[in-house]
């Protein structure tokens, strides 16, 4: 099995390599996958070329998997065209790419296609309608997907991706917690944390399932999270208790917190279709946070 992951730098990429480091279990011949790295100085997404380049250079893959993305929520308000390259015409080259070589592919997606304003939690099926550039390029991708690749890939919609490593709320909310008396973080907007980690382990997971390696599978979209509905207010609350942080934390609404792009107000997604197809663990919220918290206190 050869094996392609993008965004090797990223939250998500280096997740995976960390289990896949560590990982001694074999594919079902009991030869070991043969898993690749790359980041953007092997495979630009922003660039169709690079892309190109990249796979006419390269033995064909069984399976790829795209942890890269345009991921500056706020950024790409200004940047809605290298965004959607990446997000979205990459996304589109890279399904066209697997499905010559007849590869499955992975790829992720976010919560932020929805609104928000659902009411109850999302299903996969629930109308998408994004609020901001970010979520609309995710979207696109999704969509571009789909249309080619009708079998053989899976969509796995995320939220609130945090980690031990590079930026995210968490080492923000550590390094910012340290530094000030309080701080202001939004109360309005709800959803589940990610840790990487727990998506990585489901990731490896699903591509070690027979339902995703059989051929000719219809394509799927399936939401994948911890357990737990909380808003950024809690999460940085559940940090500093962690932490013992004295910092306080001042609950504030949207509107008194604005930034280049909305958010949407309520993303909570159901997770009960990966945990029956592929047999996937969910964690709680806070469960994880501890382990994310525990590795990083070590690394310190
Ligand atoms: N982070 C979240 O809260 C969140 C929430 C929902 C969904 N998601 C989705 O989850 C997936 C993984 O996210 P993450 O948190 O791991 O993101 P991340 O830490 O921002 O990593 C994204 C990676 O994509 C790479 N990348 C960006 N532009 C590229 C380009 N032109 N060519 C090649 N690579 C490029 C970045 O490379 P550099 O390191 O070189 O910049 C980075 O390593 C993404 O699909 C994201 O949309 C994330």
């Given at each position: 099995m050869r094996i392609l992951v993008t965004g090797k730098n990223g939250q998500l990429g280096r997740s995976i390599q960390k289990i896949v480091n560590t990982d001694t279990k074999t594919d079902n011949n009991q030869s070991p996958n043969d898993v690749i790295f790359v980041g953007r100085e092997e495979l630009?997404?922003?660039s169709e070329s690079s892309i190109s380049h990249y796979f006419n250079n390269n033995d064909k893959f069984d399976i790829i998997i795209n942890c890269?993305?345009?991921?500056q929520v706020d950024k790409a308000e200004q940047e809605a065209e290298l965004a959607d390259q990446i997000n979205h015409l990459a996304v589109k080259q890279l399904a066209s790419i697997a499905s010559n070589q007849l590869a499955k592919l992975l790829h992720i997606s976010t919560d932020?296609?929805?609104?928000?304003?659902?009411?109850k939690p999302y299903t996969e099926t629930d109308t998408p309608n994004p609020i901001n550039a970010y979520g609309r390029t995710k979207l696109a991708g999704e969509k571009a997907l789909q249309a080619l690749m009708p079998i053989n890939a899976i969509i796995i919609r995320t939220s609130w991706v945090y980690s031990e490593?590079?930026?995210?709320f968490v080492s923000t909310m550590l390094k910012l917690g340290k530094e000030r008396d309080d701080l202001r973080v939004v109360s309005d907007q709800m959803g589940s944390p990610t840790y990487a980690t727990d998506l990585a382990d489901a990731i490896l997971e699903i591509i070690r399932h027979k339902k995703f390696r059989d051929e000719g599978q219809t394509t799927q979209i399936y939401n994948y999270s911890n357990e737990g509905e909380i808003s950024w207010y809690e999460f940085a609350k559940e940090i500093f208790k962690i932490e013992k942080i004295e910092c306080r934390v001042n609950p504030v609404t949207s509107q008194q917190y604005p930034t280049p792009a909305k958010r949407p107000r309520n993303t909570l997604m159901k997770k009960d279709k990966i945990v029956t197809v592929f047999n996937i663990k969910t964690s709680n919220w806070k469960s994880s946070l501890n382990t994310c918290m525990t590795i990083l206190k070590k690394q310190q």
């Open positions: 630009d997404l922003s890269a993305a345009y991921t932020y296609v929805f609104d928000g304003e659902n009411g490593y590079g930026n995210n």
